[in-house]
């Protein structure tokens, strides 16, 4: 898939002028639920990556229903409303869903037009067809009637606990093998990832074990490439549930790094789940930390532990396994109390 990734930018600035201080953000998304590009409505630059890593958490389950009523044919525009967000979607053609994220106090009426007329336009930079980026200034007339008209139907989305998704994250030294074990773990269930605009590869990944008696649901944020900024980092680690600690067997200073990152990861996101994980054990002659090191420091850190390869495969299942038991013990089991 190519889109005019430039001309969706300059229409989501145009949106962003049209909709105005409410504004909190605008994701385009696919129907996987991976943000494809994103706006804030904040006066900086760059992508505030501390609120898309905040709403997407939210935006995903929606998401899963709107692909679900799309394939019946029923879903249009829709909202959601939690505390803090006022949420829109509109269907923008067969690929992308184009949500809107507004302040808890905005009204949503005057936002309708300019969301509709900028989901048509998404619609048609994803055809590959000719569109321009602008939004004109919608003053209520004959013109919004008919766009109103156009949204046939408009639905109030509810979300069920069980249909959350967990943000996962991965911390540890570069090049101990986090993106190897992300990918051998999901490559099955999952054709592409895509980097967003915000440095991160974002992938979906529901986990079936039929033993735990309850699905998981992952978003899995895999910083691209070994970024050294620590604002970067830190936004990349915050509203995480769940993470993963790796560490390579064949790099001693790796292993003793861990300590640092449990440290910052518990600073960005205190609520998290953990585990810790000793990657690349098919490299047998070239070992350097031993398995009674790993057991010891799970257990100094309170963790569990378990030891990898990203290239043979061995434990991968087991070890996100693990940590989706742990997603289950503490969100689903204690729901239900
Ligand atoms: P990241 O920087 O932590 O994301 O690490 P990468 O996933 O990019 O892996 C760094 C290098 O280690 C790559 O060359 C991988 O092929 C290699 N690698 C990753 N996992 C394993 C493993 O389990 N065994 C071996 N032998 N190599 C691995
Ligand atoms: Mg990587």
């Known amino acids: 898939m190519s889109i005019d990734t ?14 105005g201080e409410n504004l909190v953000a605008t994701l385009v998304v696919n129907r996987e639920g991976l943000v494809i590009d994103a706006l804030t409505g904040s006066e900086e630059e760059s992508v505030d990556e501390e609120i898309i890593g905040g709403v997407s958490a939210l935006v995903e389950p929606v998401l899963t229903r709107i692909t679900k009523e799309f394939s019946s044919g ?33 009204g949503v009426d005057p936002v309708f037009p300019y969301a509709y007329l900028a989901a048509e336009k998404i619609a048609r930079i994803f055809d590959g067809r000719t569109v321009s980026p602008v939004i004109p ?5 004959d013109n919004v009637k008919s766009i109103e008209r156009k949204i046939e139907k408009l639905q109030k989305l509810k979300v069920k606990s069980e249909e959350y998704a967990f943000k996962l994250i991965l911390g540890g030294d570069g090049a101990v093998g986090k993106t190897s074990l992300v990918h051998r773990f999901v490559e099955n269930s999952f054709a592409k990832d895509y980097k967003s605009t915000i440095g991160t590869s974002i992938m979906k990944k529901e986990c079936n074990f039929k033993e735990l008696g309850s ?18 980092r830190k ?13 390579d067997v064949t790099n001693h200073q790796s292993y003793d790094n861990i300590g640092n990152w449990h ?13 810790l994980v000793g990657n690349k054990i098919d490299l047998k002659d070239e070992r350097d930390v031993k398995l009674q090191e790993g ?10 532990y378990i030891e990898t390869s990203a290239k043979t495969g061995e434990n991968i299942n087991d070890a996100f396994k693990m940590l989706a038991l742990l997603m289950i013990k503490k969100y689903v089991i204690t729901e239900e109390v």
């Open 295 to 304: 057991n010891k420091l799970a257990e100094k850190l309170g963790l569990s």
């Open 215 to 232: 699905n998981v649901r992952f978003i899995i944020w895999d910083l691209a490439g070994q970024s050294q900024f620590k604002r970067v």
């Open 235 to 247: 936004s990349y680690l915050a509203n995480a549930e769940a993470g993963i600690l790796v560490y």
């Open 74 to 106: 029923s879903f249009g525009t829709g909202t959601f409303d939690t505390e803090e967000y006022r949420f829109i979607f509109c269907e923008a053609g067969p690929e992308a869903v184009f949500v809107t994220i507004l302040k808890a106090i905005a």
């Open 6 to 19: 430039k001309k969706l930018q300059a229409l989501l600035q145009w949106y962003k002028q049209s909709v």
């Open 263 to 275: 440290d910052e990861i518990i600073n960005a996101s205190p609520n998290i789940s953990l585990i």
């Open 137 to 141: 200034k919608l003053i209520a007339n």
